[in-house]
């Protein structure tokens, strides 16, 4: 079966400072790649995809993925964090040559907090 | 306003005590799913639906049931709640394929929030 591993729990930064959040799946076919964002009381916002193509991909707030299918990886990096930025972040995987194409498998999660 | 909503928000029932929570969408898609939150574990796909008349179950469908008798409805079903399905569920909703595959991005309601006693 497939899985997500998102090896960092729980990360701590001060504003301004660079982040990199770990993914990593476990399956070498054909996959879809997502990173969602959860605020404080609030539900799952999608920040960025990955289908295909450009490996380095833009989503929303500033937020860049890069996928690199040699390493099964799908870091999320922002050069720069503010306090807003503080939610707990989901990395989830769509296998899409698989049986199982039509599940969407999410890592356990990790928990930013940024500083102020 | 495009949303999934999901009732109720919060619940409080005691252990064998039928409960049924609601989802639903207003973006016409086809593709509808459940999930479970859990701390350490983040979300754990319980049940989706191609569309209508269409589910199948995902990591840990045990001990519930889902519906889908109409497109924009998908209602989470537990006939006898046990503790350990005290959780956060998330219904969301997506389109069915586009050329980004199978699930596209996938719209999340608010959560309900269960506590089983």
């Known amino acids: 079966a497939q899985s997500v591993s998102q090896h960092n729990h729980h990360v701590i930064l001060s504003e301004a400072a660079s982040l990199e959040l770990g993914c990593n799946y476990s399956y070498g076919g054909t996959v879809n790649l997502f990173w969602y964002v959860q605020y404080p009381g609030q539900h799952l916002q999608l920040l960025l995809k990955y289908f295909s193509g450009d490996p380095l991909v833009k989503g929303i707030k500033g937020f860049e993925a890069e996928f690199i299918k040699s390493k099964f990886s799908f870091n999320l990096r922002k050069p720069s964090v503010q306090w807003s930025d503080t939610a707990e972040y989901f990395c989830a995987v769509n296998l899409i040559s698989s049986g199982s194409a039509r599940q969407l498998t999410f890592g356990s999660g990790t928990q930013l907090t940024v500083l102020p | 306003e495009a949303q999934v909503t999901q009732n109720p928000r919060y619940l409080i029932t005691v252990t064998g005590k039928k409960l049924t929570v609601t989802c639903s969408q207003n973006?016409?898609?086809?593709?509808m799913s459940w999930y479970r939150q859990d701390p350490g574990l983040g979300l754990r796909q319980i049940y989706y639906s191609m569309n209508v008349e269409v589910t199948d179950k995902g990591d840990v469908p045990e001990g519930y049931k889902v519906s889908r008798k109409e497109k924009r409805n998908f209602p989470l079903i537990l006939e006898s709640p046990s503790p350990n399905q005290t959780s956060l569920y998330f219904c969301a909703s997506s389109p069915f394929p586009t050329s980004g595959g199978p699930t596209d991005t996938q719209y999340f309601g608010p959560g309900t929030r269960l506590t089983v006693l």
């Open positions: 973006m016409n898609h086809e593709y």
